[in-house]
Every structure is written in structure tokens, then in C-alpha cells.
């Protein structure tokens, strides 16, 4: 809550301050829903073969600030950030009389990011946008895991930050004309880096690499704001 209210103070400066005389070009101020999965990461080798884990798919809000660049038409740099969303893991089997059990490990996933975009007005109300984001991501494995038949019981407690770009491509639709016009819309997200895992370790230690590597790659958004 408390980074909640960090951002929503920042959007409203930056609205007061948009409303000034020196202001010039479009603003606008969002917020969204995001629908994203921690990608899919090895916990365990038995036998030879591997053992696969991932985190349910999360959902989490957050706010955004797009303001045209003096000088330019619908060019605009945009920043914001998203709270914290959380799922779990969710492997409880036995494999060769080994059952591992991560149904309890939560992985918490948040950013904030800094852009550009280029918006089109294709109609009336209607505009697409292709967005560059530099984001700064954190994300957080931690809670107990139970192995039995073999080692590797113990608490997962990892916590890591990175930094990425990421390619949106966004479409919306305004209603009515003014100062102040409320919109609605979609928007689709990829990263093409992505860590890769390069080592099993115990289900119980989770290292900041294989962190790295449950980030998602992927998000889909719905947002709602104002244009002025």
C-alpha cells in the first residue's frame, strides 16, 4: 500500500503540474491490471530426469503516466510501476519414491518502469501505441519446503532485482472530447532477454539465477485513465 500511495502522488504532481500554462501537449494517467506467469524453472533432478515447478498466474494493479514531448506530435515518454502480485508454486508429488511438496513457496513479482511510446490516431477516439519500457524488476521466492525420502526440506528465502526492456503494444478507445476525457484499453507486453537457469540446486535453495529465470517474459493489460 505504501508504494501505492508513492505513485498515485507522483501521478497527481505530475497532473497538477500538466495543468499549468508552461504545459504543453497531451497527458494521460492510467491505471491497469496485469495478467502475467512466472515462467517454468527445474527444482530438482531425480533419476535422471527433471523435476519442473511453476508459479500459478498472478494478477496485479498499477499506475502510469504518459506527457507528448514538447516540440513533437504523439511522441511521449511514460513511467510508472506495478504492486507487488503473488501466486504459488504448486508441485506436490512423488517421483522415485521422493515427494517434494513447494505448494507453500510464494513468488511475489513487482516494477517500475521508465519509457517512450508512439501513439497513432487511427479514428475518432480511437489510437495504437508502440511502447519502449525500461523496467526495473524485483521478485521474491520465499516460504517452506517439504521433501520426503531424501534431503532438501528447508525454507526458500530469495529475493532479486533486474533490470530489462520491454515492447508494448497498446490499443484504446476514449469517450467524448475536452479537458478532461476518460478512455479505456488493452495492451500486450514482451521482454526478449530472460535469464536462463544453469544449475538444479535443492528445491529448498532457490538461487538468485534460477530467481531470475521464474520472471515472466509475457504480460497482458487492461487499463482505464484519463486523457487532459
Same mark, same amino acid.
Given at each position: 500500500?505504501?508504494?501505492?500511495?508513492?505513485?498515485?502522488?507522483?501521478?497527481?504532481?505530475?497532473?497538477?503540474?500538466? /495543468? #499549468?500554462?508552461?504545459?504543453?501537449?497531451?497527458?494521460?494517467?492510467?491505471?491497469?491490471?496485469?495478467?502475467?506467469?512466472?515462467? /517454468?524453472?527445474?527444482?530438482?533432478?531425480?533419476?535422471?530426469?527433471?523435476?519442473?515447478?511453476?508459479?500459478?498466474?498472478?494478477?496485479?494493479?498499477?499506475?502510469?503516466?504518459?506527457?507528448?514531448?514538447?516540440?513533437?506530435?504523439?511522441?511521449?515518454?511514460?513511467?510508472?510501476?506495478?504492486?507487488?502480485?503473488?501466486?504459488?508454486?504448486?508441485?506436490?508429488?512423488?517421483?522415485?519414491?521422493?515427494?517434494?511438496?513447494?505448494?507453500?513457496?510464494?513468488?511475489?513479482?513487482?516494477?517500475?518502469?521508465?519509457?517512450?511510446?508512439?501513439?497513432?490516431?487511427?479514428?475518432?477516439?480511437? #489510437?495504437?501505441?508502440?511502447?519502449?519500457?525500461?523496467? #526495473?524488476?524485483?521478485?521474491?521466492?520465499?516460504?517452506?519446503?517439504?521433501?520426503?525420502?531424501?534431503?532438501?526440506?528447508?525454507?526458500?528465502? @530469495?529475493?532479486?532485482?533486474?533490470?530489462?526492456?520491454?515492447?508494448?503494444?497498446?490499443?484504446?478507445? #476514449?469517450?467524448?472530447?475536452?479537458?478532461?476525457?476518460?478512455?479505456?484499453?488493452?495492451?500486450?507486453?514482451?521482454?526478449?532477454? /530472460?535469464?536462463? /537457469?544453469?544449475?538444479?540446486?535443492?528445491?529448498?535453495?532457490?538461487?538468485?539465477?534460477?530467481?531470475?529465470?521464474?520472471?515472466? @517474459?509475457?504480460?497482458?493489460?487492461?487499463?482505464?485513465?484519463?486523457?487532459?
Amino acid at each position: 500500500m505504501k508504494t501505492l500511495t508513492t505513485l498515485a502522488a507522483a501521478l497527481v504532481a505530475c497532473t497538477l503540474a500538466a /495543468q #499549468s500554462p508552461a504545459a504543453q501537449g497531451e497527458k494521460r494517467a492510467q491505471i491497469f491490471g496485469e495478467f502475467s506467469r512466472p515462467k /517454468q524453472v527445474t527444482i530438482a533432478q531425480i533419476n535422471g530426469g527433471d523435476v519442473k515447478d511453476q508459479a500459478d498466474n498472478q494478477m496485479g494493479l498499477g499506475l502510469r503516466f504518459l506527457g507528448e514531448m514538447p516540440g513533437t506530435t504523439n511522441w511521449y515518454f511514460e513511467f510508472g510501476g506495478k504492486l507487488e502480485s503473488s501466486s504459488k508454486l504448486g508441485f506436490d508429488k512423488a517421483v522415485s519414491g521422493v515427494t517434494i511438496n513447494t505448494s507453500k513457496v510464494s513468488v511475489r513479482y513487482s516494477y517500475w518502469e521508465v519509457g517512450g511510446a508512439y501513439l497513432w490516431d487511427l479514428a475518432p477516439g480511437f #489510437s495504437l501505441g508502440a511502447h519502449l519500457d525500461l523496467r #526495473s524488476e524485483t521478485i521474491d521466492a520465499s516460504g517452506p519446503v517439504v521433501v520426503t525420502g531424501s534431503e532438501g526440506s528447508g525454507n526458500v528465502s @530469495q529475493r532479486t532485482s533486474m533490470v530489462r526492456p520491454w515492447i508494448r503494444l497498446s490499443g484504446d478507445f #476514449s469517450f467524448g472530447k475536452g479537458s478532461l476525457a476518460p478512455y479505456i484499453g488493452l495492451d500486450v507486453a514482451y521482454t526478449p532477454i /530472460q535469464t536462463s /537457469q544453469t544449475q538444479v540446486v535443492a528445491p529448498s535453495y532457490i538461487d538468485e539465477r534460477t530467481s531470475k529465470a521464474m520472471a515472466p @517474459q509475457f504480460g497482458a493489460t487492461v487499463y482505464f485513465g484519463l486523457k487532459f
